[in-house]
């Protein structure tokens, strides 16, 4: 599994370079959500709805900030 991850993790980085400001903060939104709702899912038994939803949140949130610091809203 490690060695998948870090050429993986290399493949997210290039993807994300290429980005605009606006999806690269939503696409960041999105992963740390994931992360964050799959080890919340995990605990109560449903990791890959918690990432689900927790990708939504996060990716929402990202779109927030970013139309933040724009001020946007």
Same mark, same amino acid.
């Given at each position: 599994?490690? +060695?998948?991850?870090?050429? %993986?993790?290399?493949?997210?980085?290039?993807?994300?370079?290429?980005? +605009?400001?606006?999806?690269?903060?939503?696409?960041?939104?999105?992963?740390?959500?994931?992360?964050?709702?799959?080890?919340?899912?995990?605990?109560?038994?449903?990791? %890959?709805?918690?990432?689900?939803?927790?990708?939504?949140?996060?990716?929402?949130?990202?779109? %927030?900030?970013?139309?933040?610091?724009?001020?946007?809203?």
């Amino acid at each position: 599994m490690r +060695s998948i991850a870090i050429p %993986l993790t290399f493949i997210a980085a290039l993807a994300l370079g290429a980005c +605009s400001q606006t999806a690269t903060r939503t696409g960041a939104g999105a992963a740390i959500g994931a992360a964050g709702g799959a080890i919340g899912g995990a605990i109560v038994g449903a990791p %890959l709805t918690g990432a689900a939803v927790g990708a939504g949140v996060g990716a929402a949130g990202g779109l %927030l900030y970013d139309q933040a610091k724009k001020d946007n809203i």
